[in-house]
């Protein structure tokens, strides 16, 4: 005896698993973040200072919502032992977490939701491309696609058009701006005083471990560093920068290299391969 085909389910019976599922939440973090860096960004421009503080802490509410629940999802209870601590310190998502709550707390510093805000965007456009819109519209990959079906595929075939047209250069530009326009603002407010010294040197453990972890941010250490030498070093140097000045930057340029070889070298773990 055959079995009839079953009915296509209800919409609110398609949607009730999707909204249940902690995958939900984490999208609408990212949600969060991108529709509330769109109104900070307009407050800061055309709004009050007080409007633009609003919706600059609603950014960092939805990153930790995201972030936490990734992290969560990940690791469950924290263990505390050597190989879980490990695999901890080398994730980028936890530290991620970490700076979306040490930002939360601080002053705010406009640059540094760029990088949220970019990566936001594009798992906003993935999760609805991916999930949401077949969830809503089942017939979306079907040959015969209703009225709706067929406006979803359009609507998902511009959405996979924009993230590869898109993506890669979003991800270089962010790893210039967490280097040079999150590190170069941090210094500068600590060397003012406006922001915490502290705050700064965590910054840069974070950029330690993007450095082993992101090609594109490595990329962007090359160029500073080839910018730099051309232009502070002999022979390319402009022979009016005092030679105090090369030794200087000679000093600080391989104490940055030497506090991150310690994790750059280090050889990936080996129950990575297991």
């Not at 009915?7 to 609408?28: C, D, G, Q, T, Y």
């Not at 930002?103 to 990566?119: C, E, G, M």
């Not at 406006?151 to 959405?159: F, H, Y």
């Amino acid at each position: 005896m055959s079995s009839r085909p079953q009915p296509p389910a209800s919409l609110v019976e398609r949607i009730k698993p999707l909204v249940m599922n902690p995958r939900f939440a984490w999208w609408i973090g990212h949600c969060i973040v991108t529709i509330s860096t769109f109104f900070y960004f307009y407050n800061k421009v055309f709004g009050s200072a007080a409007s633009a503080q609003s919706w600059y802490s609603k950014i960092y509410i939805g990153v930790l919502i995201s972030y936490g629940i990734t992290v969560w999802k990940t690791y469950g209870v924290p263990q505390f032992n050597s190989a879980f601590l490990q695999r901890v310190f080398m994730d980028d998502n936890v530290h991620y977490m970490l700076m979306g709550l040490l930002w939360y707390i601080s002053p705010s510093l406009f640059v540094t939701v760029i990088p949220f805000a970019v990566y936001s965007l594009f798992h906003v456009i993935d999760f609805a491309r991916v999930t949401l819109l077949p969830t809503i519209f089942p017939d979306i990959n079907s040959t015969t696609r209703s009225a709706g079906g067929s406006q979803a595929a359009n609507l998902a075939k511009g959405m996979k058009h924009f993230k590869d047209t898109y993506y890669d250069a979003a991800m270089k530009n962010v790893a210039k701006v967490e280097v040079i326009g999150v590190m170069g603002l941090q210094l500068l407010g600590a060397i003012t005083f406006q922001l915490s010294p502290i705050g700064t040197l965590f910054y840069a453990n974070f950029l330690r471990i993007r450095y082993h972890l992101s090609p594109h941010v490595r990329q962007t250490f090359a160029e500073v560093r080839g910018f730099l030498d051309k232009h502070l070093l002999p022979p390319t140097a402009n022979p009016k920068i005092p030679a105090m000045v090369s030794k200087v930057y000679t000093f600080a340029r391989d104490g940055i290299i030497s506090y991150g070889q310690p994790i750059v070298r280090q050889p990936e773990p080996q129950a990575a391969s297991q």
